[in-house]
């Protein structure tokens, strides 16, 4: 089956770190365009960011609200995409998703989406 | 920056046709993607460039774009329709860009 595993969330305080994993199956992982999506609770869908894949250099990009707190990175031998998210604040708080398109990822249409895993912030 | 608005609900009564907008700036210059969520699911791709349905999405589901307005289109609503929809769009200054969202409730 063709699908996308979320883990590692939890509890953390403020300031603190953590990191997410995403394990990819069913398709070429090394290729393929992984993207973090997050939701807040009760509200709508926020790109976090998004690495390219092998044969596109491997290079990441952030939205603004995350860049030089996080960073994507991917484990392309065991299938698996890494977000290591520090210096966390509540508004972080979210279930995290990582997405990635099936077709031509310039476009950035995301048709595989894991099931999410949920990150708490709170002191 | 740039910005992309839904209206926070629509309505529409069963069987009827609902339509809901996706605004921004020369949006119509965009490819612009449709997401349908159910509560405690993930997003699934409803329409992808504009206009295309992925396989497994009912003709029912359109959309279209140009201008400043986006727009899906969902004929024939059904109680399953009952979803957050959010249209999503790339800039090449920002990165991926999702609209608020979108609940439509299916009278």
């Known amino acids: 089956d063709v ?9 953390v305080e403020p300031g603190g770190s953590i990191r997410l994993s995403c394990a990819g199956t069913g398709f070429i992982f090394n ?3 992984m993207n973090w999506v997050r939701q807040a609770p009760g509200k709508g869908l926020e790109w976090v960011g998004r690495i390219k894949g092998r044969t596109d250099g491997e290079t990441a990009d952030y939205a603004a609200p995350v860049k030089g707190r996080f960073t994507i990175s991917r484990d392309d031998s065991k299938n698996t995409l890494f977000l290591q998210m520090n210096s966390l604040k509540t508004e972080d708080s979210a279930v995290y998703y990582c997405a990635t398109p099936n077709g031509d990822p310039i476009y950035h249409a995301f048709d595989l989406w894991g099931q999410g ?3 708490t912030v709170f002191s | 920056s740039y910005e992309v608005t839904q209206p926070l609900s629509v309505s529409v009564a069963l069987g009827q046709t609902a339509k809901i ?3 921004g700036s ?6 612009v993607h449709w997401y349908q969520q159910k509560p ?3 997003p699934v791709l409803l329409i992808y460039r504009d206009n295309n349905r992925p396989s497994g999405i009912p003709e029912r589901f359109s959309a279209s774009n140009s201008g400043t307005t986006a727009t899906l289109t969902i004929t024939r ?12 769009v790339w800039d090449s200054s920002i990165g991926v860009v999702f609209g608020g969202g979108t609940k439509l409730t299916v009278l």
Not at chain 2, 26 to 31: C, E, L, R, V
């Open chain 2, 21 to 23: 907008t996706c605004g």
């Open chain 2, 40 to 42: 405690g699911q993930a």
């Open chain 1, 31 to 33: 290729n393929a365009w």
């Open chain 2, 26 to 31: 020369n949006i119509g210059s965009k490819y």
């Open chain 1, 117 to 119: 895993t949920v990150v």
């Open chain 2, 77 to 88: 609503a059904e109680a399953g329709d009952e979803a957050d929809y959010f249209c999503q």
């Open chain 1, 3 to 11: 699908q996308l595993v979320e883990s590692g969330g939890g509890l």
